[in-house]
């Protein structure tokens, strides 16, 4: 991606006029934080897309202004009620536009702001569709918040406005709330204005396998162009087995949201290679998933589980394996083993990032053991096809992607989901 002259940020954001097809949205846009970004945030406290039309600013008292060396932006000084402002030039949208948010936001751990509103203005006044707190982890202190929700009136006023609002002042002043950096999307904002003929709430619950590159924000686009609508319980945090997310409180209270319609659970890498090379010894690993398959259930008992078949990663000679082909069969195993205890699907993950590399797709991240922006995209496609089993209709959201490897990743995700039906 080719780092912009004049922001901090690389803020992609593709702007389409309204059409007849639920594919084409009224705005797209995804800003990205990166070390070889350039720009003004300390000066103009905003981060826009190249023409301008999509902009993320902070609005506040008195803040103050930071950036770090990885391209993250952060603001101290936190008041009640300053906030994180997301807009994007639009035509008229009508009433019942689908509108979907994210913000990848972090606070310092030393009494850094932590409890946020999410509201839209309407028009008229602002309208409140989420409230979120950040919570201090051992070693994260970020909340990845995701909401879809639909405009309450026409909007006429040409930008659509989503704010994150501090509801209290931070504890200390000096005190940063920050947005996660590159390669996770640290904001996102996208509307569109045809009405879906499907919808799923889905819960997803990961770590950076699933936060790099934005997968979830992938596939709520390609679901949108395919005319179905997906909301979203999310809870993602580096590193992360089932049985730590078990403990997070974070996912717990996400889980208890209920009335999900589907479950993605995505487990750490070793999770299921370890199982299966001696299951007595690791039988906690199957113990947490069956626990974790139990506390979904509980809050939405018709809730179809899906849990992700991971891929071979060739860091550390693919981590000890030799080859993709070894490591690839121990996950295979592994993972049919812990969604058979779960009574889940498996999302066949890893036959497809197979073709992929035999494809030649770039997609591994530069430290060769997450997924590149194309990989969560691939990751996405096969995803989209579990939850609604039915192949791609042009056109297909292609997430900003090269129009080309977008098109080779559906292929894939296709072929390797017409066969794990088999």
């Not at 705005?27 to 905003?46: C, I, Q």
């Not at 809870?235 to 717990?252: S, Y």
């Not at 906690?284 to 998933?289: A, G, I, P, W």
């Not at 609604?388 to 992607?401: I, M, Q, R």
Request: contains cysteine; neutral net charge.
């Amino acid at each position: 991606m080719t780092p912009l002259p004049r922001f901090l940020a690389l803020a992609v954001a593709i702007f389409y006029a309204t059409g007849l097809h639920s594919a084409v949205p009224s705005a797209v846009a995804r800003w990205e934080f990166s070390a070889e970004s350039t720009g003004t945030w300390t000066e103009e406290h905003k981060v826009s897309d190249k023409t301008g039309a999509g902009t993320l600013s902070f609005e506040g008292a008195a803040p103050k202004y930071h950036r770090a060396r990885n391209g993250m932006i952060s603001v101290s000084n936190v008041k009640a009620d300053d906030c994180f402002l997301l807009s994007a030039a639009v035509p008229v949208l009508p009433k019942g536009t689908e509108v979907d948010m994210s913000i990848y936001l972090g606070t310092d751990k030393e009494g850094g702001p932590g409890e946020w509103v999410c509201e839209y203005f309407d028009g008229k006044t602002w309208q409140q569709v989420g409230e979120f707190t950040v919570k201090k982890y051992e070693q994260t202190n970020e909340t990845c918040f995701v909401r879809s929700f639909q405009l309450n009136r026409k909007l006429k006023g040409g930008r659509l406005q989503v704010r994150v609002r501090c509801m209290k002042d931070a504890e200390n002043p000096a005190a940063r709330a920050y947005l996660m950096p590159s390669p996770r999307y640290g904001a996102y904002l996208a509307a569109w204005p045809r009405k879906s003929h499907g919808s799923l709430h889905v819960l997803i619950l990961g770590n950076s396998a699933t936060s790099f590159g934005g997968s979830y924000l992938a596939l709520m686009e390609i679901a949108h162009s395919q005319g179905n609508r997906i909301s979203m319980g999310v809870n993602l945090k580096g590193g992360q087995t089932f049985g730590q997310h078990l403990k997070l409180e974070r996912t717990l209270l996400t889980i208890a949201e209920g009335n999900y319609d589907v479950a993605i659970l995505q487990d750490h890498s070793g999770a299921a290679t370890s199982y299966v090379k001696d299951p007595l010894k690791n039988a906690s690993v199957m113990e947490n998933c069956k626990i974790l398959a139990s506390q979904v259930r509980k809050f939405s008992p018709s809730c179809r589980l899906i849990l992700e078949h991971r891929w071979a990663m060739p860091k550390n000679d693919w981590y000890g394996y030799g080859s993709a082909e070894a490591f690839d069969a121990d996950l295979t195993r592994g993972t049919a083993l812990l969604a058979e205890g779960m009574q889940a699907e498996m999302s066949p993950l890893g036959p497809a990032f197979a073709l992929g590399r035999e494809a030649g797709l770039p997609l591994y991240w530069k430290d060769n053991a997450h997924p590149s922006v194309l990989g969560a995209y691939l990751k996405s496609c096969v995803n989209y096809l579990v939850l609604f089993g039915e192949p791609f209709v042009e056109p297909v959201s292609d997430y900003g992607l090269d129009p080309a490897q977008a098109a080779k990743c559906r292929e894939i995700a296709l072929k390797t989901y017409e066969t794990y039906k088999k």
